[in-house]
């Protein structure tokens, strides 16, 4: 009896920059420009990196959240996810410091208009945390390998 093998899915993404503050990210499918709103007008709509990281586990989540109500026949009406975390920004300024760069933790709010009993509802919520790829990358340390040669 052989077992079904799911292939991996690959993601690729290229970035350039020419100054600290902007970096522009092709996708396969968009472009992405990711700015640093103190180096521009504070109210011009621009994002961070680290919102896009939250961003990119909002949007996780939500796609789970939609994927898992549908397969259990749940009518989900409505989603609304917050998230926020801090971050010591002594490292990336190149202060010394024993506390990594990274977010000290990532806090997850999320507000349902579903139609599911509270044994249904926490087992939607068990999965959505179980099956969300970025919020197990984010958990459980992934390998960064950065290499590097000139232009």
Not at 85 to 99: M, R
Request: charged share 35%; proline share 3%; aromatic share 6%.
């Amino acid at each position: 009896m052989s077992e079904d093998k799911v292939q991996n899915l690959h993601f690729d993404v290229k970035a350039s920059s020419k100054t600290p503050v902007e970096t522009v990210v092709e996708t396969p499918g968009s472009e992405i420009i990711i700015r640093d709103p103190e180096a521009y007008n504070k109210f011009d709509r621009l994002v961070n990196p680290e919102e896009y990281l939250l961003g990119s586990l909002a949007g996780c989540i939500s796609r789970i959240a939609h994927i898992v109500a549908y397969e259990k026949d749940l009518e989900l009406e409505e989603l609304n996810i917050d998230i926020g975390g801090e971050i010591n920004p002594s490292k990336f300024l190149g202060e010394e410091s024993k506390e990594g760069s990274k977010f000290r933790e990532i806090d997850v709010k999320i507000k349902a208009d579903i139609e599911a009993d509270e044994e249904e509802f926490r087992e939607w919520i068990r999965q959505i945390r179980e099956r969300s790829q970025i919020v197990d990358t984010v958990e459980n340390s992934v390998s960064v390998n950065i290499g590097m040669s000139r232009l």
